[in-house]
């Protein structure tokens, strides 16, 4: 079955560490890869994508992630992390089943900044 | 940002009562979803549109209708509220098509939909 899981549901870092969400997915095949970032109160926003080539992609605010099909992960990664940072990080995978561009997300991955 | 508006943004209702949700967008795409967030859930797909008067169930569909008479509007019912639909509910938008950026998804701002 296609799953997502985001093992970690609360990171708390210091203003300008590195950060590294981590996401695993179960999926058939070539999976196409998401992750967004939900401020509070606010809709969802993209962050980055990945289906094929370089599997290390680059997405807004600086933000990266790096495929990883051995481990089925697609880990979201920072160098130096800014209090505007905190957020709420979802993973997702799809398409789902059944096609109409559906994805699968994870629970997230809360995370907490400190000064 | 895409054009996606929800309304209301927040309501308050009574167990029983029938709440429906409004999805407007701007976009022209053609799919579109509702999801309800919930926490260590995260979102979770109540339903979807492939096209007009197109839509089908999603993971938790039990409780929720939807209908879509125009490629613009999306609407979701909740024909007898209960407690266990507090949640926040998402709009989402899709363009159709092949290829990593079709299947990427934008998302309305959400309303917050409490059921007392």
């Known amino acids: 079955a296609q799953s997502v899981t985001q093992p970690d549901i609360h990171i708390t870092v210091s203003e300008g560490a590195s950060l590294e969400l981590r996401c695993n997915y179960s999926?058939?095949?070539?999976?196409?890869l998401f992750w967004y970032v939900q401020s509070p109160g606010q809709g969802l926003q993209l962050l980055l994508k990945y289906f094929s080539g370089d599997t290390l992609v680059q997405g807004i605010k600086g933000f990266e992630a790096e495929f990883k099909r051995s481990q089925s992960s697609f880990n979201l990664r920072k160098p130096s992390v800014h209090w505007s940072d905190a957020a709420e990080y979802f993973c997702a995978v799809g398409p789902f089943s059944g096609g109409y561009n559906k994805l699968i997300f994870g629970a997230g991955t809360r995370l907490a900044v400190h000064p | 940002d895409a054009g996606i508006t929800q309304s209301p943004r927040h309501k308050v209702t009574e167990t029983g009562t029938p709440v429906t949700l409004r999805c407007h967008q701007t976009e022209n795409h053609r799919y579109m979803y509702w999801y309800r967030q919930d926490p260590g859930h995260g979102l979770r797909l109540i339903h979807y549109?492939?096209?007009?008067?197109?839509?089908d169930k999603g993971e938790v569909s039990d409780g929720y209708s939807v209908s879509r008479s125009k490629t613009e509007d999306f609407l979701l019912t909740l024909e007898s509220a209960t407690s266990s639909q507090t949640s926040v509910y998402f709009c989402?938008?899709?363009?159709?098509?092949?290829?990593?950026?079709?299947?990427?998804?934008?998302f309305g701002p959400g309303t917050r939909l409490t059921v007392l």
């Open positions: 989402a938008i899709s363009e159709s098509g092949q290829g990593v950026s079709y299947n990427e998804q934008f």
């Open positions: 999926y058939g095949a070539t999976p196409y």
């Open positions: 549109s492939y096209g007009v008067k197109d839509t």
